[in-house]
């Protein structure tokens, strides 16, 4: 059986159909509640089939679910996310990513991604590589990413030993930006991959596995240019 990654993001194009087995949109609507709706092949602003992209990079045999919360623009209500989280748990997945983060904390999205991570479920979180805490990034048992430009497309780093990984900030073939939105998509593609070839092993598991292939190890050290 193939490896659920769940993508919460603005939704995953046409292009990549045959890898989607599930598909939902969210939004709040006028009266503060979600609003759920079958999710359709939309992705206004291409980030959401990015990250898909990336996941798929490194895990193709993997089914993606595809959660969209972000539409015009990438503004979204924390209950929405946690709403999304809820979905892709009870849909399966395995890999939850999410390549987004909040400046507020906020119960509703803590108490998701705690019950998510309850059951073993690896949620991947994109995090700022310096700064001040983003959430649900460094929520306990979140495994927090940031792009690392050491990394190639294959290399991920251990910045803070269990807390914060890295991996390559770059964009895939075809899309424009970049940071650690897209270190989160490779770290949740490679996540996946293992999973595939290791269905028994642990969240817990996965993060060893990490530390003992990380090419790099501490924060990346900026030569001043005189």
Not at 12 to 36: E, F, K, N, S
Not at 45 to 55: D, F, K, M, P, Y
Not at 76 to 101: H, K, P, Y
Not at 118 to 140: F, K, M, N, T
Request: aromatic residues 6%; neutral net charge; hydrophobic residues 45%.
């Amino acid at each position: 059986m193939s490896v659920k990654v769940a993508i919460i993001d603005s939704g995953i194009g046409p292009g990549l159909d045959a890898d989607v087995g599930a598909r939902i949109a969210m939004c709040l609507a006028d009266d503060g509640q979600v609003q759920c709706s079958a999710g359709d092949r939309t992705d206004s602003l291409g980030h959401g089939t990015a990250v898909a992209s990336l996941v798929l990079a490194r895990a193709p045999r993997c089914s993606l679910l595809s959660a969209q919360v972000f539409y015009a623009a990438r503004l979204t209500a924390a209950r929405v996310i946690a709403a999304a989280v809820d979905w892709c748990v009870a849909e399966g997945a395995r890999v939850v990513n999410l390549s987004l983060g909040l400046r507020d904390d906020r119960s509703v999205l803590r108490d998701s991604c705690l019950a998510a991570v309850s059951r073993d479920v690896l949620l991947v979180a994109s995090h700022p590589a310096r700064g001040a805490a983003i959430y649900p990034a460094v929520y306990p048992g979140v495994l927090a990413v940031t792009g690392d430009i050491r990394c190639s497309e294959r290399d991920c780093s251990s910045i803070a030993q269990n807390l914060l990984f890295g991996a390559s900030p770059m964009p895939p073939d075809g899309f424009s930006g970049g940071g650690a939105s897209y270190a989160a998509a490779r770290m949740a593609g490679l996540a996946a991959a293992f999973f595939e070839i290791y269905p028994t092993a642990t969240a817990a598991d996965f993060r060893n596995h990490l530390q003992a292939i990380a090419r790099f190890h501490g924060r990346e050290r900026r030569q001043a240019v005189s």
